[in-house]
């Protein structure tokens, strides 16, 4: 039970909050016949696993970083609570169940599951070579609702790109002010994003730009969609208030509230949204 309790905390399993509800509010709005228990199941299983696979791919390449870094050194890994060749089976594991879940959802998903892999792979090296290392995890995000729209219907649709835009854009802006925090690490040792190659606060208008093409892609979403009515329109009016207050806590010269605004502001942004689709779709 210990070990289980590193291994949660090695991938943060707790942040799953961010992208399963925005993955469950794919699944309502782009099904076109509610799927069998079976099918979700198997959805749930591949997110989860993805998502365990692309967090300790993370870690482990980003372990060398991680020892130098005073805000990471309690982590599992580095603490010594969990050894390289337990993330290692971790990586084996979740990204086998990840590949065999494809395989029960259709043909289709099981050939575009090496993409996912891939670009998980990619991103923990992207801050080497880039500094825009941010937008390969949107691209992450963006795969999200077109792998539900692939997995429910074997197609791809502009309603599922649009929400793929949207999820994309939010986790490119979440990511850049989590980036803030190890903003005098990352320049002393040569790693690149947008705060580095930028400054903190033309890095802040970044991610209000991105926040407003989430906004504005899930306008045209609900435009767009057939079904959407007034209870989505009220709930977006609502998630944007929220995304106005995250950007209001912080400040280029004070960065004290990056926490409340990466993990509580966004893990209610996230929740609303599945809620306020999930009424719209009973209602």
């Known amino acids: 039970m210990e070990k289980i309790k590193h291994y949660a905390e090695l991938v943060k399993f ?13 699944i309502l709005l782009l099904a076109e016949n509610f799927p069998s228990l079976w ?7 591949a997110l989860v696993s993805a998502r365990t696979l692309g ?39 979740s990204g086998g169940l990840f590949v065999i879940s494809t395989l029960f959802i259709n043909f289709l998903a099981f050939l575009l599951s090496p993409v ?23 691209l992450v995000y963006l795969l999200i609702p077109i792998a539900v729209d692939v997995a429910l219907n074997a197609s791809i649709s502009l309603n599922a790109f649009i929400l793929g835009i949207a999820m994309a854009s939010w986790v490119v802006g979440f990511d850049i002010l989590y980036s803030l925090q190890d903003y005098e690490f990352d320049r002393g040792q040569g790693l690149k994003s947008i705060p580095v190659r930028f400054g903190i606060e033309k890095a802040l ?6 926040h407003t093409i989430t906004f504005l892609s899930l306008l045209i979403l609900g435009f767009r969609h057939p079904d959407l009515g007034f209870i989505y329109f ?11 207050y995250e950007h209001r806590l912080i400040r280029p010269n004070d960065l004290s509230k990056i926490n409340k605004a990466f993990f509580t502001v966004n893990g209610y942004v996230s929740i ?12």
């Open 14 to 26: 707790e942040h799953t909050i961010f992208a399963l509800p925005f993955a469950l509010a794919s």
């Open 39 to 45: 099918k979700l199941l198997w959805i749930l299983i």
């Open 55 to 93: 967090m300790a791919l993370n870690r482990l390449i980003d372990e060398p970083f991680d020892r130098l870094n005073p805000r990471t050194k309690s982590w599992p890994l580095v603490s010594g609570a969990l050894s390289k060749e337990d993330v290692k089976r971790l990586i084996i594991l």
């Open 116 to 138: 996912v892999i891939l670009l998980l792979w990619i991103y923990p090296y992207s801050k080497r070579f880039t500094y825009f290392p941010h937008l390969f995890l949107g």
């Open 205 to 210: 208008r970044f991610t209000r730009g991105f």
């Open 234 to 244: 009220l709930g977006l009016l609502l998630l944007s208030a929220f995304l106005v």
């Open 272 to 283: 609303l949204f599945f809620t306020t689709v999930l009424l719209d779709y009973l209602l």
